[in-house]
């Protein structure tokens, strides 16, 4: 889970981490009232990078310029995600930009400490052109970022005197900040030196959303789509796509390979649905009608391999909540004799060729008609 820029700083601002104090708006001319220091930095909340490549970050000297650069802003597109607020905050006079962040490194099995004196840029093209600017620290579990650990790390960007006291508290603070709040990220780019002391200038927070009941107060995610979410309150998961062929599996797994199949045939995936093992008559029929909100879906494909899940369950849930759009329905495994047979009782045929299931949804979809052999259209309506 991504927070934005300002709910980032508001978490660091909880710490005690050293930030700027600014005001979110969603409208152009809600800059009018702000009781602000000129100059003024406009910036884009987005959950995406690259926003100031984009235009999304504009630096404003006066209110009437600030007003113009937020309705600039407010309304764009920048990769894809529509910006509906933006940051003004005091521009800061910057002497010298550094990069500070703890992240979760699945391959080491640790949590990584990553400093850099080349701040103000993306980390990744810092490591590939110059990564002998980059220090790297493996944190022991049991011992965290105690001070002397910091302050080794800081000495390593050159920080020496009072800078080096200062990225000390806040190395140790954003570590603990990374732990408590589990997150998967904690970034501060750029960490910049103004007048004297460190600032962060920019904030990064990416949650672990598998810890999420612990954090009662996080805001709800803005990365789920209103089906997304709602689909998660159901416990199923799903992630919509681009394409107009709807898709319901059961494990991951074979819904990954689903969409492998259905792009192997000419198709392009909707989503992708998982109603997990052991899926129930009533999950099957919430997620029959879930697929089918999204809009431009022209076809569904039920693709169950039934083991710790029943074809039967999914049968009845399927008769229940007929689809409303052709559908193709691949169902083998447990009581799948059964499952089968509550189908055709229903007018509804279905197959146990996965390939076959695959190639008669995307037929469905471009319109070529009824499925043939394993698969076919969906059931009454």
């Not at 407010?74 to 905050?89: A, S």
């Amino acid at each position: 889970m991504k927070l934005h820029e300002y709910q980032a700083k508001e978490v660091f601002a909880r710490y005690g981490l050293p930030v700027q104090t600014g005001t979110v708006i969603d409208r152009p001319d809600a800059v009018r009232g702000l009781s602000i220091q000129y100059p003024v930095v406009v910036k884009a909340q987005v959950l995406v990078g690259g926003r100031g490549k984009a235009g999304g970050v504009k630096l404003a000297k006066t209110p009437a310029e600030a007003e113009a650069h937020a309705r600039a802003i407010l309304g764009m597109d920048i990769k894809g995600e529509r910006v509906g607020r933006v940051l003004v905050v005091p521009a800061a006079d910057i002497e010298a930009e550094y990069y500070l962040a703890f992240v979760t490194d699945r391959a080491a099995r640790r949590v990584a400490g990553i400093a850099s004196a080349a701040g103000g840029v993306e980390i990744e093209t810092v490591a590939r052109e110059s990564p002998e600017k980059i220090a790297r620290l493996d944190v022991d579990p049991c011992l965290g970022v105690p001070s002397f650990v910091a302050r080794g790390l800081g000495r390593r960007l050159g920080f020496s005197g009072t800078l080096l006291e200062e990225f000390t508290r806040i190395a140790a603070i954003l570590y603990r900040l990374y732990w408590d709040e589990d997150a998967d990220l904690a970034e501060i780019n750029p960490l910049a030196r103004v007048g004297g002391h460190l600032l962060c200038v920019d904030a990064k927070l990416v949650l672990d959303d598998n810890a999420a009941y612990r954090h009662r107060d996080l805001p709800p995610s803005e990365e789920m789509t209103p089906l997304e979410r709602e689909a998660r309150e159901h416990g199923l998961a799903y992630v919509e796509l681009e394409g107009d062929i709807a898709v319901i599996g059961n494990g991951a797994g074979l819904v990954m390979s689903t969409l492998d199949l259905l792009a192997h045939f000419g198709g392009r995936a909707a989503n992708f649905l998982d109603v997990g093992g052991g899926a129930s008559e009533e999950g099957m029929q919430t997620a029959i009608e879930l697929v089918q909100r999204k809009p431009g879906v022209r076809a569904l494909f039920i693709n169950i391999f039934g083991g710790i899940t029943r074809c039967d369950d999914i049968a009845r849930g399927i008769v229940k909540r007929p689809p409303r759009v052709p559908a193709s329905i691949r169902l083998t495994g447990t009581n799948e004799v059964e499952a089968r047979e509550i189908l055709k009782t229903a007018g509804i045929t279905a197959g146990i060729d996965p390939e076959e299931g695959a190639r008669a949804a995307v037929a469905l979809a471009k319109g070529a008609g009824g499925a043939s052999g394993s698969a076919a259209k969906g059931g009454p309506r």
